[in-house]
């Protein structure tokens, strides 16, 4: 928790490289979804590159993760997918993760990006602000839509030369 309150805000540090984001959707989802929860991953072979940081990717992907997790209960199924995709004319990767959990009601929907902006006790309401950031940061989109008692759908689009706004290079 802690950490979520020093990291947000902050944009990503160190220089950006090549993400293999085939790799780091399979590692992270491994790592985040427990045994219990059935996970399916759907990982296609012919993603871009993105040019972007590592860690804050992982960071937003893993936040996604563990509210899916959270709304899932025991038996829950998770599904993640890498896709090609496109954003403002340039190739992407659309991240996606679904769960079959308790959902979110329409009038919460828009808010749940907001920093502080949690319906758990002890949440911090900061794991989606900080997951959108990064994403930003990568110049790429977030949506979400969901069902109450059916289930929740994050998305994240980022654009193949993802952090190259900020390349000084
Ligand atoms: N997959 C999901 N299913 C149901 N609700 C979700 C999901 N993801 C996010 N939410 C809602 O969005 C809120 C904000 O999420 P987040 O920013 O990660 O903060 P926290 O997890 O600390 O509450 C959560 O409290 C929850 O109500
Ligand atoms: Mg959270």
Redesign the pocket.
Known sequence: MARSFAEFGRLPEGPPSEVDMGELVRYTARSSVPPGIALDLQIDENLPRVYGHNGALAGALS??L???V??SGQNGHITVKASVARIGGRDAVRIS?A?D????AAE?LAT??EPY????PG???????IARQAVWAHDGTVNAT?TLGK??E?QFTIPANGAGAERID
């Open positions: 936040n996604v563990l509210n899916a959270d709304a993760v769960d959990g308790k959902g979110i919460n749940i990006w902006v949690t319906n758990k949440g911090t309401g900061l794991g989606l602000a969901s289930g929740t994050i």
